[in-house]
């Protein structure tokens, strides 16, 4: 079965602090995998999209690793700032998707709260 | 260049009434995804669209739900005698022409549902 968790649920951290974010991911055959912010009552942002080839992007504070063989992505950010407050969502799209490879399986996402 | 559109934002039915939301993806954009995210849990993938197709319907319920993407104008999703266990966030997100499955899908802001 292929799934999506992600590790903390929530995370408070003091403002200017660096922090990780995980995700792991039960099957390494997936197309790519994409990083998503969501504030409340809000749709979602797409931050980073890491194919499969790749093993990092990066867009400003932010950092995405990709390990594949091992199921696993990291989301860094530096220097953490209140309006990082959010919901990070992680999702995968499986090469060989339980429901087609045309969707994204999303993780549950860890709340971050980053306190001034 | 616009985003994906949904609305309404926010919609309110009592139980047994029909519930139709409504996308419009981005422009240029001839694929549409529709999530259902439902309280404290991810995202979860109900079907995917092209224009008068529908390519991947596998993650919708068997029941009262139906879904499509017409020539002209947005896509609907309908839902047909709503019951409580029907409200959750439902998002669409569009992408352009498909390359291999490397495409980003752009989320819109999601509509609101709750059945009363």
């Known amino acids: 079965k292929q799934e999506v968790t992600q590790i903390p649920a929530a995370l408070s951290v003091p403002e200017g602090e660096n922090l990780v974010l995980n995700c792991s991911f039960t099957d390494s055959a997936i197309y790519n995998l994409q990083w998503f912010r969501q504030d409340p009552g809000k749709g979602l942002t797409s931050l980073l999209l890491?194919?499969?080839?790749?093993r990092e992007q990066t867009s400003g504070r932010l950092n995405a690793s990709l390990d594949k063989s091992s199921g696993r992505s990291t989301l860094y950010i530096a220097a953490s700032q209140p309006g990082d407050s959010a919901t990070y969502l992680c999702?995968?799209?499986?090469?060989?998707?339980?429901?087609?490879?045309?969707?994204?399986?999303f993780g549950t996402g860890t709340r971050l709260t980053v306190i001034p | 260049n616009a985003g994906v559109m949904q609305n309404p934002r926010h919609l309110v039915r009592r139980r047994g009434q029909e519930a139709r939301l409504r996308c419009s993806p981005m422009k240029g954009h001839s694929h549409v995804y529709w999530y259902r995210q439902l309280p404290e849990e991810g995202l979860k993938f109900m079907v995917y669209?092209?224009?008068?197709?529908?390519?991947?319907e596998s993650g919708m319920p068997k029941e009262r739900f139906s879904a499509e993407f017409p020539k002209e104008g947005p896509s609907i999703l309908r839902i047909q005698q709503v019951v409580r266990g029907d409200s959750a966030a439902y998002f669409c997100?569009?992408?352009?022409?498909?390359?291999?499955?490397?495409?980003?899908?752009?989320f819109g802001p999601g509509t609101r549902l709750l059945v009363l």
């Open positions: 999702a995968v799209r499986f090469v060989r998707g339980q429901t087609g490879a045309n969707n994204l399986f």
């Open positions: 669209l092209q224009k008068e197709n529908i390519i991947d």
């Open positions: 890491i194919q499969s080839s790749q």
């Open positions: 997100a569009s992408s352009p022409l498909r390359t291999s499955g490397l495409e980003t899908q752009y």
